[in-house]
């Protein structure tokens, strides 16, 4: 696992990262990014006092993903081996309490939203909590290059003992998800 970068005062236990879960052949491109309490992520983003990561492309900072800039994060490797990239947020009270995160990636080989060509998207992502495996979404299907447009939003839910997890993808074009996922039994929503 990649380590991402804290400040001395901040450690482990109040961090929510998502993590690339399989190898990659391009760059992680990442627009927008945010964690949420409620399960169809319909509250305000949970407050953080810092984003973390595992290293960027020069000119495509963590920050970005964070905020309107217009500018994606893009990771650091161009080539991602598994669990090699990392995007999240230090300092956030209560991480154990997600429930849902939006997360728009870039697509590769198209230049919109701010978006280098190089920058794609994984397919499939881990979320940590505490530093701990939450939830794994495999198979997330995504665009292609021919699909417009070119940048979708993703709101994947976690699952609790009531609720069965998701993935859902706003754009014009329908998506059949597959409940193919893995999760972490010993995770709780104390």
Same mark, same amino acid.
Request: glycine content about 8%; overall charge negative; aromatic content about 8%.
């Given at each position: 696992?990649?380590?991402? +970068?804290?400040?001395?005062? !901040? *450690?482990?236990?109040?961090?929510?990262?998502?993590?690339? #879960?399989?190898? %990659?052949?391009? /760059?992680?491109?990442?627009?927008?990014?945010?964690?949420?309490?409620?399960?169809?992520?319909?509250?305000?983003?949970?407050?953080?006092?810092?984003?973390?990561?595992?290293?960027?492309?020069?000119?495509?900072?963590? +920050?970005?993903?964070?905020? !309107? *800039?217009?500018?994606?994060?893009?990771?650091?490797?161009? #080539?991602?081996? %598994?669990?090699? /990239?990392?995007?999240?947020?230090?300092?956030?009270?209560?991480?154990?309490?997600?429930?849902?995160?939006?997360?728009?990636?870039?697509?590769?080989?198209?230049?919109?939203?701010?978006?280098?060509?190089?920058?794609?998207?994984?397919?499939?992502?881990?979320?940590?909590?505490?530093?701990?495996?939450?939830?794994?979404?495999?198979?997330?299907?995504?665009?292609?290059?021919?699909?417009?447009?070119?940048?979708?939003?993703?709101?994947?839910?976690?699952?609790?003992?009531?609720?069965?997890?998701?993935?859902?993808?706003?754009?014009?074009?329908?998506?059949?998800?597959?409940?193919?996922?893995?999760?972490?039994?010993?995770?709780?929503?104390?």
């Amino acid at each position: 696992m990649g380590q991402a +970068a804290l400040l001395p005062w !901040s *450690s482990p236990q109040d961090t929510l990262f998502l993590q690339n #879960a399989a190898a %990659s052949t391009a /760059a992680w491109g990442v627009a927008e990014l945010s964690f949420h309490r409620l399960p169809d992520c319909s509250d305000a983003a949970m407050l953080f006092a810092h984003p973390g990561i595992s290293g960027s492309l020069t000119g495509y900072d963590e +920050a970005n993903a964070f905020s !309107s *800039s217009g500018i994606p994060w893009v990771s650091s490797c161009s #080539a991602c081996t %598994s669990g090699q /990239a990392l995007i999240g947020v230090v300092g956030v009270c209560r991480p154990e309490e997600v429930r849902c995160v939006k997360l728009q990636q870039c697509t590769e080989n198209r230049n919109s939203y701010g978006c280098p060509a190089a920058a794609g998207r994984m397919d499939r992502v881990t979320l940590l909590a505490k530093g701990e495996h939450v939830f794994t979404w495999n198979f997330m299907q995504g665009q292609t290059s021919s699909v417009l447009p070119a940048l979708e939003l993703e709101v994947l839910t976690i699952p609790s003992r009531r609720r069965r997890a998701t993935m859902s993808a706003f754009v014009d074009v329908s998506y059949q998800v597959q409940a193919d996922a893995e999760v972490n039994p010993g995770f709780s929503s104390r």
